[in-house]
């Protein structure tokens, strides 16, 4: 069984532009998570869908936003890149409604320049 | 809210050496998760040992096992005959209460095993 899987795997963007994340869950898991690591603030959790439904969210601007389709593969967009948002994005899934057991992707690293 | 802390940035131990990796948590849950988490240089986070916080059992997991407190919000976890491979980075998290969506993280602890 595929585990989940990030997309890129490295990202390179300058400040003011807006990137696209990819996440394919485990097949079977309807639940994603996101959640972004930097050295400074650690692991955060930006938000998490179930059914196409977003359930939670984490505290961060506007600026972060994020979907699932019917698949349940997930997309995270941020817009108005800063400085500040170069971190590692790391996605989950999970067969479960809650976060009892989560399965982590190997992320993506975002460098804003 | 949830806080995690690990007061131990970095450790290290000699292979086949038991360490233990500190952690506290305060929560105004009843009924959570607590999780120990392991993040290798590939960046995977990788689900290591999670203990009910209404079991008084201790989990355990071949080598790793948990001490958990609940009274004192401590939950340590020892690893046994420690393993090269078990060089990593290790964060202690909990879950926001039954039906939660969301973890909350530890700053994390840097092993390393020494041959």
Same mark, same amino acid.
């Given at each position: 069984k595929a585990g989940v899987t990030q997309t890129p795997r490295y990202l390179i963007k300058t400040?003011?532009?807006q990137v696209t994340l990819s996440c394919s869950p485990i097949s079977g898991h309807r639940s994603v998570s996101w959640y972004q690591q930097t050295p400074g603030q650690g692991l955060q959790f930006l938000f998490e869908y179930f059914s196409e439904t977003q359930r939670n969210k984490g505290n961060f601007p506007g600026r972060f936003s994020g979907r699932q389709f019917s698949n349940s593969r997930s997309e995270m967009n941020v817009s108005t #890149?800063?400085?500040?948002?170069?971190? #590692?994005y790391l996605c989950a899934s999970s067969l479960e409604q809650g976060a009892e057991k989560l399965f982590f992707g190997s992320g993506t690293q975002l460098s804003v320049l | 809210a949830q806080t995690v802390t690990q007061s131990q940035p970095e450790?290290?131990?000699?292979?086949?050496?038991?360490?233990?990796?500190?952690c506290t948590y305060d929560t105004s849950e009843n009924n959570y998760y607590l999780f120990w988490y392991k993040q290798p240089p590939s960046r995977q986070?990788?689900?290591?040992?999670?203990?009910e916080a209404y079991k008084q059992q201790n989990a355990t997991e071949n080598r790793f096992s948990v001490n958990f407190q609940k009274a004192a919000k401590s939950f340590s976890l020892k690893i046994s005959d420690s393993q090269l491979g078990d060089t990593a980075m290790y964060f202690c998290a909990t879950d926001s209460g039954a039906g939660s969506y969301q973890l909350t993280f530890g700053k994390g602890t840097k092993l390393s095993v020494i041959p």
């Open positions: 400040r003011g532009q #890149l800063e400085l500040g948002d170069s971190a #590692l | 450790m290290s131990v000699q292979e086949a050496e038991t360490v233990t990796l500190s986070m990788i689900l290591v040992i999670r203990q």
